[in-house]
């Protein structure tokens, strides 16, 4: 680092414009291709419903994030439009195409991206209550600021990029060891593979794992989320103590929290987190040479400040004294005996407080959803339908989906977390009585071919992953028992 431009950082640069430009390509196709069922127009709760309370309340208008819908009326074509703009946005930023103007060009397409999409996230309702939405948004906003291939990276922005992760790591382990006994006895591991909302196509070979090597993964998990996250400042040593010994420990403390991400990544389905934590971190690599931009020479008057133009060095100070100030409530927060998880503190949400899994569930418990086409549902016989993630057929091994967010199948694992069904739910089983097209594009299997069932209804199940032996015998690698009735039979006819 030298001063104001981090000239060792042009390779964490690249990776993080591009990386998160190519995550907010992924959040607008999921948004393209779920939200009109899900909350469009005729969805299952639907967006125009949420922008006429906020209108008619003064209590509605506080809540209700910053959304270009607020000014302009919400119509499931403008969704479309929206989604389609941020896609080809985000995809030149991947290619660099801006990146190659003056760094206002890039600056003006990432706050176009935050702002686009949280245009959307402020009308997901419980379909986009996931912090990994809000640090897609803080990173998106971040990135902005980056500039281009003109001049070297801003260090201010760079730090910001480390204390973003420090929040996310750091949030989430101390969120752990405050929460379920379970990580603080090193065993919530041995549950967690088979529980977690989505299970990827090593998961069950990961739960079977011994006990002592799921006791290693707590003890590692600790020790990456929060010991290692420290030492992602040790860069900015640099500015004062002489060698290439702060970047090196910089880069090794990025290593291991891109290192406990891909072993994430690889045994389970948790959309974008993941996969934006390993770009995030890549931001403490220093790698001296690696294309960096020595930028025009010093200027007398000094309108060129270590290579950068004065007016950037004026605009990512400004960003710098703006997080300075907004980070004293997330701060707080980290060492609070009520610690919060995925909070914002700030309608724009940015410097957030982050976090995830405090308790670990011990059962899996699945709503399977069922239809049968008999008049009677006494004694009918029943069909389930499929969905694209979620465990269900007992033989099925489950898809690796991640970065990819399947909305519907993720809170069709919360309901049985819950006190009682959410709305969405009812409205979900009256669209299936439907045979509504949309809402079944959201399914893997729809058991009647498009035709509308008699009735439907939910029951529970418990499942589990079959051992070894147990899927030598039945080559399943699901068992369930203990079926419960959820809600039903319910039916159209009155």
């Not at 607008?28 to 639907?46: C, K, M, V, W």
Request: glycine residues 8%; positive net charge.
């Amino acid at each position: 680092m030298n001063g104001f431009a981090a000239v060792d950082f042009e390779f964490a640069r690249q990776v993080l414009q591009r990386g998160i430009a190519a995550l907010f390509v992924v959040a607008f196709i999921s948004t393209l291709n779920q939200f009109r069922p899900l909350l469009g127009e005729h969805g299952l709760l639907p967006a125009t419903e949420l922008l006429a309370w906020a209108h008619s309340s003064k209590r509605g208008r506080r809540l209700l994030h910053p959304t270009l819908f607020r000014h302009v009326r919400y119509t499931d074509r403008r969704l479309v439009a929206l989604c389609a703009a941020g896609i080809v946005v985000a995809t030149a930023l991947v290619i660099g195409i801006p990146q190659l103007g003056p760094p206002w060009v890039p600056m003006l397409c990432f706050l176009a991206l935050w702002l686009g999409y949280m245009s959307i996230t402020s009308l997901g309702q419980t379909f986009y209550g996931f912090g990994w939405e809000m640090l897609l948004l803080e990173a998106g906003f971040l990135a902005a600021f980056l500039g281009s291939h003109a001049q070297p990276p801003p260090t201010v922005v760079i730090v910001l990029f480390w204390w973003l992760v420090f929040r996310l790591e750091f949030g989430a382990g101390m969120i752990k060891i405050r929460g379920g006994r379970e990580w603080r006895d090193l065993t919530a591991l041995m549950y967690h593979h088979e529980t977690q909302p989505m299970p990827g196509p090593l998961s069950r070979q990961a739960h079977l794992l011994p006990a002592w090597f799921h006791r290693g993964e707590v003890v590692g998990n600790h020790f990456a989320q929060l010991v290692v996250p420290w030492f992602l400042f040790a860069p900015l040593l640099g500015l004062w103590v002489p060698g290439p010994v702060p970047a090196i420990v910089g880069a090794v403390a990025a290593a291991i929290v891109i290192a406990t991400q891909l072993w994430l990544i690889i045994t389970g389905n948790f959309a974008w987190l993941n996969w934006i934590t390993v770009v995030l971190a890549s931001s403490a690599i220093g790698v001296p040479g690696i294309g960096a931009a020595p930028g025009p020479p010093a200027s007398d008057p000094p309108w060129i400040i270590d290579g950068m133009p004065l007016y950037w060095v004026v605009v990512t100070g400004a960003v710098g004294v703006l997080y300075l100030v907004l980070s004293w409530q997330p701060l707080h927060n980290l060492f609070a005996r009520r610690q919060l998880m995925n909070a914002s503190f700030n309608r724009w949400q940015l410097a957030n407080a982050y976090g995830a899994f405090g308790t670990v569930t011990k059962q899996r418990i699945e709503i399977v959803v069922e239809g049968t086409m008999d008049e009677d549902p006494t004694g009918a016989t029943w069909h389930e339908y499929g969905f694209k993630g979620k465990p269900g057929d007992l033989r099925r091994i489950p898809r690796q989906y991640a970065p990819y967010h399947l909305r519907l199948d993720w809170l069709m694992w919360f309901l049985p977390l819950g006190r009682s069904l959410d709305d969405w739910f009812t409205t979900f089983l009256v669209r299936l009585l439907e045979a509504d097209a949309p809402t079944l594009r959201l399914l893997a299997h729809d058991p009647f071919d498009g035709r509308r069932p008699r009735w439907v209804r939910a029951v529970s199940y418990r499942y589990r992953f079959t051992t070894h032996a147990e899927f030598r015998e039945t080559r399943t690698r699901w068992a369930r028992d203990r079926r419960r009735p959820v809600m039903g039979p319910v039916s159209l006819r009155r």
